[in-house]
């Protein structure tokens, strides 16, 4: 059996003072989905249900107990989920840059093909400045 790489989201971005935890192929998924959803419901249509989504995760995120997928009850699988959606609509909608981290992500990008950058800052390709 295996065990889901997890991603580790943050809603400060949107003034809410929470951090997910959600399967990393589950969120990708839905931020590659939204551009085409968007485009099915409308820009106005899709702010429209971002700011109610985002209305109801800053009302909730204080009375969820866990925000782990892992270990979510059904209840707290909604919350996260909603998290989710805000966090990508925010994205695509605004342009609410994207606070990821957690080793599912730099699993993720490695699977993807993305350049393994701990060993190229130290091979000299990329300069450590570009990350200070």
């Known amino acids: 059996m295996s065990i889901e ?23 990708f998924e839905l931020l590659e989905n939204t551009p085409d959803l ?3 419901f ?19 995120y204080k009375e969820v107990g866990n925000c782990d997928w892992s270990k979510a009850n059904a209840d707290e699988e909604v919350f996260l989920r909603r998290c989710q959606i805000v966090v990508a609509l925010g994205a695509h909608l605004k342009d609410i840059p994207l606070m990821l981290s957690g080793e599912g992500l730099v699993d993720f990008i490695e699977d993807m093909g993305g350049i393994e950058v701990t060993e190229q800052v130290l091979n000299g390709s990329l300069p450590i400045e570009n990350f200070a």
């Open 38 to 40: 968007v485009g099915r």
């Open 42 to 60: 409308g820009f106005e249509s899709s702010m429209s249900q971002w700011l109610e989504m985002l209305s109801m995760v800053k009302a909730e």
């Open 5 to 27: 790489k997890m991603l580790s989201i943050s809603l400060a971005n949107l003034d809410v003072d929470c951090t997910i935890e959600v399967p990393v192929d589950m969120f």
